[in-house]
């Protein structure tokens, strides 16, 4: 079982939609989980990270951590074209710990 | 705006060559990982360096692959006798101290002819 795991999608929904992305992880020993977005052809970009369960909030991204059933989601709210990426979701740990990925769902969103 | 910083953002190399990827942290910054992206995976890590330190290189290959990130200058990832297979997209990334978050570079595309 992999530890981390992405629908690779692709996923389309049309402009304004409210959009979830999901992941699942097999190890608790984590303790951090981010999600970065990654356009075509360029670098990962941070979009989120949290540390414990429940919501964290920013902008039209809210990003969820459930441990109990480890489950990690993010939500775009009134989603953009702007927003047609890949979405990567990983976990970590402490200062210094590789982080592990999952290998990113393809979101298209269409005006 | 001093984000990381990668060169060369592409590099052909023929079978057998030798590939060298520079690495530049972020300011402030003195945690450097590296990453491979191979087409239809995810991102794998490789290898984790602070200043004249390998901390961690769990991820690398044991042969062929070698990294270091010296006093002065760039992290630098090495690739002797570059293969088909080492085709691929490499991430450098890095942290501050104590920092859990990990900031990434634009990548270096490595097209192994």
């Known amino acids: 079982q992999k530890e981390v795991e992405q629908d690779p999608g692709p996923l389309s929904v049309p402009e304004g939609a409210i959009v979830s992305l999901n992941c699942t992880y097999s190890?608790?020993?984590?303790?951090?989980f981010m999600w970065y977005r990654q356009y075509s052809r360029k670098g990962p970009e941070l979009l989120m990270y949290?540390?414990?369960?429940g919501n964290k909030e920013d902008g039209r991204f809210t990003a969820q951590v459930d441990k109990s059933s480890k489950y990690i989601s993010l939500f775009i709210r009134d989603s953009q074209p702007s927003d047609s990426a890949t979405y990567l979701c990983a976990k970590g740990g402490q200062a210094g710990t590789a982080l592990i990925f999952g290998k990113g769902t393809t979101l298209s969103v269409s005006s | 705006n001093a984000g990381v910083m990668q060169n060369p953002r592409h590099l052909v190399r023929r079978r057998g060559q030798e590939a060298r990827l520079r690495c530049s942290p972020m300011k402030g910054h003195s945690h450097v990982y590296w990453y491979r992206q191979l087409p239809e995976e995810g991102l794998k890590f490789m290898v984790y360096l602070q200043k004249e330190n390998i901390i961690d290189e769990s991820g690398m290959p044991k042969e062929r692959f070698s990294a270091e990130f010296p006093k002065e200058g760039p992290s630098i990832l090495r690739i002797q006798q570059v293969v088909r297979g080492d085709s691929a997209a490499y991430f450098c990334?890095?942290?501050?101290?104590?920092?859990?978050?990990?900031?990434f570079g634009p990548g270096t595309r490595l097209l192994v002819l």
């Open positions: 949290t540390y414990s369960s």
């Open positions: 190890n608790s020993a984590f303790q951090y």
């Open positions: 990334a890095s942290s501050r101290e104590g920092g859990e978050t990990q900031y």
